[in-house]
């Protein structure tokens, strides 16, 4: 938003600003999550600043889906482990 004060769908969180820029945190058409930035000055956001933050919120968005995905493996491979041991229990 160039010029919050004329935008009825702005929420004011700690502070009004008068310009906000928001660049969601998408992989693969999941939504991890939003970058929203505001700052006091109208007309502040500019396209580079659109660019720069989008590329940020890529490469947030992949990391993101790596640590999940990780964290799946190792959950799956603490599962493996657990059955295994089960299952040699049972040899005894």
Known sequence: MPDT??????????DSRLSEICVPIVHEDILYGVIDCEH?????????HLKMLSAIASVCAIKIQSVRANKELMEKQSKLIQVREEMLELKL
């Open 5 to 14: 004060s004329q935008d009825p769908r702005y929420i004011v969180d700690d």
């Open 40 to 48: 006091p000055s109208k007309n502040f956001f500019s396209k580079r």
